[in-house]
Structure formats: structure tokens, C-alpha cells
């Protein structure tokens, strides 16, 4: 049975919300943004779709929420495999692990896919410049954990690690073992970006 959210606690409006986010992930990461459908969410939330903008005023702060949770949960995996090896080969282990969930979910993470650039053109610009620059410090701040020293200029750096990341694109490609392509270019060149 649907209902409203005017009668809902704070808790309740949370969980609703929780839940809304965990199934547009698994429909952004299978079917793209444009083909997420907020009926569809709030179907399996139990909730009417007027209720559903009581939580959310559109359909792209639903994302918007999403995007900051699955990222959340990346950097706190992130952050775990670095405190557990603050090293060279944590860092690898780190990165190898991000290419596998960006391999997973295509849609979340293919920041090119025409899709996703649906979704980050709806977004005010202040929007788009808060996640960049929340990518650049979480990049600082993963050196500063797995205590790195860099050959070449923190930027310089984090434009390779992106270079890297963005492979993923090339995806559907490459006929050979995906992963351990991406594997053999990062053990390739990490030498020449981390002491």
C-alpha cells in the first residue's frame, strides 16, 4: 500500500529515502539515468510519486543523493584498503579495486557516456564544480594516507589517474581480458608516478 510522507518521521522520511537511493542505483548502474523511472522507484519504496517529491523536489536530486552515497562508499572501501597497506602497493590495490566498480556499473561511473552527461547537465554549475573538486581532495587524501611521494606534480598525477580510470570507456573494445589489460597499463606506469 502507498502512502503520503506528510504523516512520516524524520526517521521514517530517512529510510525512504535510503531505500530510493539504493534501488536508483541499481537501476542507474543496469539502465542509464534517462531510463530510470521515477514510478518504477517509488513503486518498490511503497510510496506514490507525489510522495516521492516531498523527499526530493526532481527526479536529479534523487541522483544527486545517490551519486553522493555510492561515492561515499567508494572512498570509505578507498580509504580501508589504504589503511590496511599505506603503501605503493595499497594504492594499486586501491585503484584496481575502483576499476572493478566502475566495470560493474558502467552507467554510475562513465562520466563521457552521453547518458551520464544527460544527468550532469541538469545540475547547476556550482554543483559540477563541488564534485570536481571534491574528486581532486579525495585524490590528495589518499596520497596523504598511503604516505606517497610523487615524481611528477600532484596534478600531473591525478590527471594520469584519471587517464587511467577513464579506460573504462573503451570497454566494449577490447576483446581480450579487460581487467588484466587495465592491470598490465597500471603496473606499467605507476613506477613513473609514485616513488
Not at 555510492?70 to 585503484?95: C, D, H, Y
Not at 544527460?118 to 579525495?138: S, V
Request: charged share 30%; aromatic share 12%; glycine share 4%.
Amino acid at each position: 500500500m502507498k502512502t503520503g510522507t506528510k504523516g512520516f518521521s524524520e526517521e521514517k522520511r530517512a529510510e525512504l529515502r535510503n531505500t530510493l537511493c539504493m534501488e536508483c542505483e541499481k537501476s542507474w548502474g543496469t539502465n542509464g539515468y534517462k531510463k530510470t523511472n521515477i514510478a518504477e522507484l517509488t513503486s518498490k519504496a511503497s510510496i506514490s510519486t507525489g510522495a516521492f517529491y516531498l523527499l526530493y523536489g526532481t527526479k536529479e536530486d534523487l541522483f544527486v543523493d545517490t551519486l553522493d552515497r555510492v561515492q561515499n562508499r567508494l572512498k570509505t572501501n578507498w580509504r580501508n584498503i589504504l589503511n590496511a597497506n599505506p603503501s605503493k602497493k595499497g594504492f594499486v590495490e586501491a585503484m584496481k579495486f575502483l576499476f572493478r566498480e566502475y566495470k560493474n556499473s558502467p552507467f554510475l561511473y562513465d562520466f563521457s557516456n552521453p547518458d551520464f552527461l544527460a544527468f550532469i547537465g541538469k545540475l547547476p554549475p556550482d554543483l559540477i564544480t563541488e564534485l570536481k573538486t571534491d574528486n581532486w581532495k579525495f585524490f590528495e587524501e589518499a596520497l596523504h594516507i598511503a604516505n606517497l611521494n610523487l615524481k611528477v606534480s600532484e596534478k600531473k598525477a591525478f590527471e594520469i589517474i584519471n587517464t587511467l580510470l577513464s579506460i573504462i570507456i573503451i570497454r566494449d573494445r577490447v576483446t581480450d581480458d579487460f581487467e588484466s589489460i587495465f592491470e598490465f597499463i597500471l603496473d606499467s606506469t605507476i613506477d613513473n608516478v609514485i616513488e
